[in-house]
């Protein structure tokens, strides 16, 4: 419970980014008393009500200070910043209500922590799609394409090497150019996932600032071809810590063969585990066929990879839809594909349906679960272990399911795609790495300079370290911390060059992990 706590206080933080109002605050006296004028410290008081009052101060560092004196005085009974609130977080494209499948996903909800695009260090996340062409000129796509940081647009170079010239945005595996066909299936594909968000035009996508790796496929050769392009640039990212390559969390798979098994094509089939190993998960769709996939085969769904998700289609009743194939082994969850509304060539927009259109609503649910603000050290553990965290971004997905009674037969996890749902358990494992490990408290809390921790490990290393987050998840430094007491640890750190607000503190020894929030003022 104490980490959903942590949730909903940084989750209103970082919602509320650029709302909080620093120079006012709210009270609400016990029993109706009242501190005086003076220990107030406050330029102007307003009663709200019986026992609540307005404190307005002549700035911000006086209203920090009188917060952390006011809630030393046993007279308050409730006090807080006050806040600008706005309406929920919704995009402004004018397409939008057309989209009713991103809200029955989680996506409406889950915009409220983030809109995705980048990790809380900054790192854009980049998700691959595999498809069989592109309208990449599309107005609401184009601003969300990955940019290729090792090449250079149109001086006909390979720049980083890698035997592809201009592969800016991806690559055409059917043409071996960086030019694509405008494919509808593709189009339609890449507007779910990352169409433009809250820009005034069209659709939004999953993400609304998305970073799309365009990859056009055809065969079986091309598909194994675009997943090694993937492999080398994750592997790359993972390497330089994130100085090259690309972060790779996702690739989208609504194309395959129905009828074949992961036996038919070891070549293909094993490119799961190898995307996995570098930290990549793929969402893929199942047959459009009304059959039992575990019985009758599809590819590739069939294949047993633990960083692989099967995915089928709904019907606009959370039913699924007559045309979709289903399975207890391969399918792992149903979204809601049918009906959907999405980009198509030629700057415009239209209908898709089919397992195709269900896929990419999971694809781009890892893809925003890496944008989690309140678990910053999520990009630091994507790079040095990749491939267990996208487990647990996996593990999110399927444990945060809907129940539907119709699904629990046809499916792995017996429901539907819930991203909002996701978050919260991303949240409460990432929070808890090590069950051995907590911090107990911290004093004083809110500070001025040092903070002491107290922990329940009965000793550390010398490279334990202090990760400092703020509000919005990014990381801001890295702190050496003095070691006061063993058995148990406490440690001190001094954050008076800090300014003052609400900060994350991640205590690392090894294996060990813990974090506790602090206050600065």
């Known amino acids: 419970m104490r980490w959903l706590f942590l949730l909903l206080l940084l989750g209103v933080v970082r919602t509320a980014d650029g709302q ?56 308050v009974l ?68 990955w ?16 035997g592809l010239v201009d592969d800016v945005h991806g690559w055409n595996f059917t043409a071996a150019e960086p030019v694509y066909d405008p494919d509808t299936h593709g189009t339609a594909v890449a507007g779910l996932l990352g169409a433009a968000g809250n820009n005034g035009r069209g659709v939004a996508g999953t993400n609304w600032d998305s970073h799309l790796m365009l990859l056009q496929i055809a065969t079986v050769a091309d598909i194994i071809a ?37 036996n038919d094509f070891p070549g293909w089939g094993r490119q799961y585990d190898r995307l996995g190993e570098v930290g990549v998960l793929t969402a893929a769709s199942v047959a459009n066929v009304a059959e039992d996939v575990d019985a009758a085969g599809d590819m590739p769904t069939d294949c047993p990879s633990e960083y692989l998700i099967g995915v089928t289609n709904l019907d606009a009743d959370d039913r699924l839809f007559p045309s979709a194939g289903y399975g207890r ?34 694809t781009g649910a890892i893809a925003l679960l890496y944008a989690t603000p309140v678990c910053p050290a999520l990009a630091l553990r994507a790079r040095t272990a990749p491939a267990a965290t996208a487990r647990l971004m996996r593990k999110a997905v399927l444990t945060s399911v809907r129940k539907r009674e119709a699904l629990i037969a046809r499916t792995a996890t017996g429901g539907v795609l819930d991203v909002a749902a996701a978050q919260l358990v991303l949240v409460e494992e990432c929070s808890t790495t090590s069950d051995s490990f907590t911090i107990t408290s911290a004093f004083p809390n809110p500070t001025a300079g040092r903070l002491t921790l107290v922990t329940t490990l009965p000793a550390v290393s010398n490279a334990v370290s202090v990760s400092v987050y703020d509000a919005t998840g990014r990381r801001v430094t890295t702190l050496q911390p003095e070691i006061l007491a063993v058995a148990p640890v406490r440690l001190t750190i001094d954050l008076g060059s800090l300014p003052g607000g609400y900060y994350l503190l991640e205590v690392s020894d090894g294996e060990h992990r813990a974090v506790f929030p602090g206050v600065v003022f």
Request: proline letters at 8%; hydrophobic letters at 35%; aromatic letters at 10%.
């Open 20 to 75: 909080q109002i620093p120079t006012e605050l709210i009270c609400s006296w016990r029993n109706g008393a009242r501190v005086p004028e003076k220990a107030a410290g406050a330029v102007h008081r307003q009663f709200l009500g019986r026992d609540t009052e307005l404190l307005r101060f002549p700035d911000a560092l006086a209203a920090a200070k009188a917060l952390a004196a006011l809630r030393r005085r046993p007279e």
């Open 78 to 145: 409730h006090l807080h910043y006050n806040y600008r609130v706005t309406p929920r977080n919704t995009p402004d494209d004018p397409l939008y209500p057309r989209q009713e499948n991103m809200r029955r996903a989680g996506f409406e909800a889950a915009w409220n922590l983030t809109t995705g695009g980048f990790t809380p260090e900054g790192h854009p996340i980049v998700v691959a799609v595999l498809d069989a062409g592109f309208d990449a000129d599309h107005p609401d796509l184009l601003p969300n394409l």
């Open 147 to 162: 940019s290729n940081p090792g090449e250079v647009a149109g001086d006909d170079v390979d720049n980083d090497g890698n």
């Open 226 to 262: 675009a997943y090694e392009y993937v492999i080398d640039q994750r592997r790359a990212f993972n390497a330089s810590d994130g100085r090259s390559g690309a972060f790779v969390v996702a690739t989208n798979a609504s194309f395959g063969i129905e009828g074949a098994t992961c």
């Open 329 to 362: 082994v391969a399918v792992d969850l149903a979204a809601p594909g049918e009906g959907s509304y999405t980009t198509r060539p030629g700057n415009a927009y239209g209908t898709f349906g089919s397992t195709s259109a269900a896929a990419p609503y999971v």
